[in-house]
């Protein structure tokens, strides 16, 4: 069972909801994006760092980390990473990358998670992009730390 499934008919669905996980977000946090190539993730992803670091302002470009693998954004003292680890072949990758240092200091969002493994420490937030019939739904689920705010969300919806 899902804690919470968002259906998401258009591009401006998924950008709702990663305004509502953007005012949601604190330091130690870890949102992992899973889901086929073209699902939406970096849609998502961008859409929180354009909502909460640069006030949606038009002016900031967040690309895509699939070849640098990683992007760092600061603004007032505020710190977010945005990975894509899809292009990632091993361990040695994963720690040059020390993606904990960023959770340390700030908050982290990683498309195409799946070889982070279980020592990282973080608040986890999972959610799954998953298209059916056309449409795309975002299922959501507390991976440790996160399921009074999911609560709190789908309180409000
Ligand atoms: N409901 C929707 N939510 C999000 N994106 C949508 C939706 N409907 C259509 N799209 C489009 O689908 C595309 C999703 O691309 P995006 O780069 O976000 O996917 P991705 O999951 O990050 O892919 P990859 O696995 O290659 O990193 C965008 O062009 C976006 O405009
Ligand atoms: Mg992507």
Known sequence: MKDLIIRSERVQDTEKFANVIASLIKKHDLILLKGELGSGKTTFARSIINSKYFANDVGHIVPSPTFSLLQTY???????GHADLYRVQNKEEMTVLDLQK???????????????????????????????????NLLVDDGG????RIRSISLKS
């Open 74 to 80: 600061e603004f007032n003292k505020r710190i977010i």
């Open 102 to 136: 960023i959770i340390d200091e700030g908050s982290l969002i990683v498309e195409w998670p799946e070889i982070i493994d279980s020592t990282i420490s973080a608040n986890i937030l999972n959610i799954n992009f998953e298209i059916q019939d056309n449409t795309l």
């Open 145 to 148: 730390g996160w399921k009074d």
